[in-house]
């Protein structure tokens, strides 16, 4: 049981950040990239339902996220694992969006700018994970 609400507060953490950092980006993309780069105007968003839709996606999956790659420090304290596991998580988040722009009329540029979005997102969530272990806020192995 205990093992349970350590990963439950693992994912909580990993969600939270994940979802401010979307919406950090989100903001930044309103107001600065689309904005100056007449290319990337696509990434601008409006405070609609696709806005919410998509915080709660990117909490779901920092939910997700944290859960992982707690697993994954639990079992190997190897850097090169925890890098994959930040990578392969913003990767698919990355490519899902791409997919899912595939058929606009504008140039990938928006959506390689998405792709390194998901993935700096994965970073800070692995660094606040991380935090979180140093401060002793979670356990990373198991008291069994």
Not at 46 to 52: F, G, M, Q, R, S
Not at 98 to 113: A, C, D, K
């Amino acid at each position: 049981m205990a093992e349970r609400l350590e990963s439950l507060k693992a994912g909580i953490i990993g969600g939270l950040s994940l979802c401010l950092a979307f919406a950090i980006a989100s903001f930044l993309n309103t107001l600065v990239l689309a904005k100056y780069f007449q290319t990337l105007a696509s990434l601008q968003s409006d405070v609609n339902w696709h806005l919410w839709v998509s915080g709660a996606i990117a909490f779901f999956s920092g939910l997700l996220f944290g859960v992982t790659y707690r697993y994954i420090i639990r079992s190997d304290k190897n850097p090169q694992l925890k890098a994959g596991g930040v990578l392969a998580f913003g990767l698919v988040r990355g490519l899902t969006q791409i997919e899912l722009g595939w058929n606009s009329h504008s140039t990938i540029l928006p959506f390689v700018v998405l792709a390194f979005e998901s993935v700096l997102w994965f970073g800070i969530a692995a660094i606040a994970l991380d935090i979180a272990i140093q401060l002793r806020w979670l356990k990373p192995f198991s008291s069994i």
